[in-house]
């Protein structure tokens, strides 16, 4: 394939260098639609990001404690966009959980806020069942409450509903699991949903 170098006024990519495909020279008026589809363009790059109500990711970020790991890993998990925009959408963790083996099994999940604060919120999803092996990175968290079975934390945001990048401190983390982990105890203990 050949490209033909040709000096330009056009300002698209390169102050001095204009890339066209193999075909004649252009005209002034091509030059001119040339510019203006650079103006578009940047025009389009400016644009502010879509309001979080309309807000359509495809994947989200959270801290996935396995059953393999000794410590938390940081896992992208599939996103669903929910028909209500006032709830949070939804994450399969099912399918992250699957890969594991935990698909067969029912899955908690809770928003956990700490010091009733917006600030510090999260969404945990988790599965516990008897016949799993102790989960040793949970373990570590709360030696208190042997968790037989795996966890995935979200980070909430106040503008957007799921943080990016879920970068925290593991001592608030932890006691977010914590929480978590004493409620689904308590509700498997006394027969609750």
């Known amino acids: 394939m050949r490209l033909d170098l040709q000096r330009s006024n056009v300002n698209c990519r390169s102050p001095s260098v204009q890339l066209l495909p193999f075909g004649p020279p252009r005209s002034a008026n091509s030059r001119a639609a040339a510019a203006a589809a650079c103006v578009h363009k940047s025009q389009r790059?400016?644009?502010?990001?879509?309001?979080?109500?309309?807000?359509?990711?495809?994947?989200?970020q959270g801290f996935l404690f396995a059953h393999h790991d000794h410590r938390r890993r940081m896992r992208n998990f599939p996103l669903s966009a929910s028909k209500d925009i006032n709830k949070l959408p939804d994450i399969d963790v099912k399918k992250v959980f699957q890969s594991y083996g935990g698909a067969a099994y029912r899955v908690h999940d809770a928003t956990v806020s700490l010091a009733s604060s917006h600030r510090h919120r999260f969404r945990i999803y988790g599965y516990s069942k008897a016949t799993c092996d102790v989960n040793q990175a949970l373990l570590r968290i709360a030696p208190h409450l042997p968790w037989k079975g795996e966890l995935a934390v979200f980070r909430l945001g106040e503008i957007v509903p799921y943080h990016a990048s879920p970068m925290i401190s593991s001592v608030i983390v932890n006691k977010a699991i914590r929480m978590f982990m004493a409620s689904v105890a308590t509700s498997i203990d006394s027969n609750t949903p």
Do not use: K
């Not at 790059?45 to 989200?60: D, G, L, Q």
């Open 45 to 60: 790059i400016r644009t502010s990001p879509p309001m979080p109500s309309t807000y359509n990711a495809r994947r989200v």
